[in-house]
């Protein structure tokens, strides 16, 4: 075989497509033969057991010590700027939008951000947090690790050229790799801590809980619904299709899109939501954005179809 030749194989990619196929063809299998709802709650505990197994142990929860540190009134609600500590020194920074006017307890919204630079701060990550407000939902808004005013590396001058966003997650992301630990469950406890802040407030209604968010959000968004049961609804956007699709279009890939072992355990990104049918989900996509919007098809179709035997086909 020539050197050009060479060049134009990729091994590791045909390796890969190879096990993907092999584990859908395995797994449509095994999705087929679920067909009363007996088996769908069958297989919701089995998800469930392997998905958590996947995430790894979660840390104990710890004095969310929140602090208001600002307040900026508009006509129909108020932002509120606060910090709070989803671990032991481990602040994170927040907007909560409330609305003026409604009901004395409210539904509430996580709201979960892409990768954008300044996090919450975002244009229109601030549009669709203060339109859930003057719809009567409160929303908590808040910055991803290195986004935003959460900057990892801005004081050490050797790591400098580890900007914001992708950059600071997939480095974090390979030292916890080393550790045994992974960035996607890191992450996701921030969001897991935010809905423990919104539950500690007379305001809002704990049987009204939901998560969105936008991209890097929409994964956020995805592995808070999968690891948190006291949610009532999620709309995860631009982020959910299917693994081999990734793949087929050499996606690259932050270290939040990756959870240990969840291939391995014959998993796909429809499992982010089949251990809590029939909660309300709103899966949303673009025809020409990164995430192949047939993938998403399929996820709907896999799950449209687990609902209705559960007798809930209108809650997705």
Not at 129 to 153: C, F, K, N, V, W
Request: proline share 6%.
């Amino acid at each position: 075989m020539s050197a050009g030749e060479l060049l134009t194989k990729n091994y590791l990619q045909d390796y890969y497509l190879k096990k993907l196929s092999y584990n859908s063809f395995i797994r449509s299998a095994e999705r087929r033969s679920v067909l009363t709802a007996m088996d769908v709650e069958r297989l919701k505990d089995e998800v469930k057991k392997k998905t958590r197994s996947c995430y790894g142990r979660l840390p104990k929860k710890t004095p969310l010590n929140v602090k208001i540190t600002g307040e900026t009134k508009r006509e129909s609600y108020v932002i509120q700027n606060l910090i709070y500590h989803s671990r032991p020194n481990y602040p994170v920074t927040a907007n909560l939008y409330l609305p003026k006017d409604g009901p004395e307890k409210k539904p509430a919204v996580l709201c979960t951000c892409g990768h954008s630079s300044n996090g919450k701060a975002y244009g229109l990550y601030q549009e669709f947090a203060r339109h859930l407000a003057r719809m009567g939902y409160i929303s908590l808004i808040y910055d991803p690790p290195g986004q935003g005013e959460r900057i990892e590396y801005n004081n050490i001058p050797a790591k400098r050229n580890i900007r914001h966003g992708t950059y600071v997650h997939n480095h974090l992301g390979n030292l916890m790799s080393l550790n045994g630990d992974n960035f996607a469950a890191w992450e996701a406890w921030d969001g897991i801590r935010g809905i423990d802040y919104l539950l500690s407030r007379p305001d809002v209604d704990p049987k009204r809980i939901g998560v969105t968010g936008n991209s890097g959000g929409g994964t956020q968004s995805s592995h808070i619904n999968c690891l948190d049961d006291r949610l009532a609804f999620s709309a995860p956007s631009c982020f959910v299709t299917q693994f081999i699709y990734n793949l087929k279009n050499e996606l690259p890939t932050d270290a939040e899109q990756v959870i240990p072992g969840w291939i391995n355990q014959g998993l796909d990104m429809a499992d982010f939501f089949v251990p809590h049918i029939p909660r309300p989900v709103i899966l949303i996509g673009q025809k020409k954005d990164f995430f192949d919007y047939r993938g998403l098809n399929a996820v709907y179709e896999e799950l449209k179809r687990l609902y209705t035997i559960a007798g809930k086909p209108e809650n997705i």
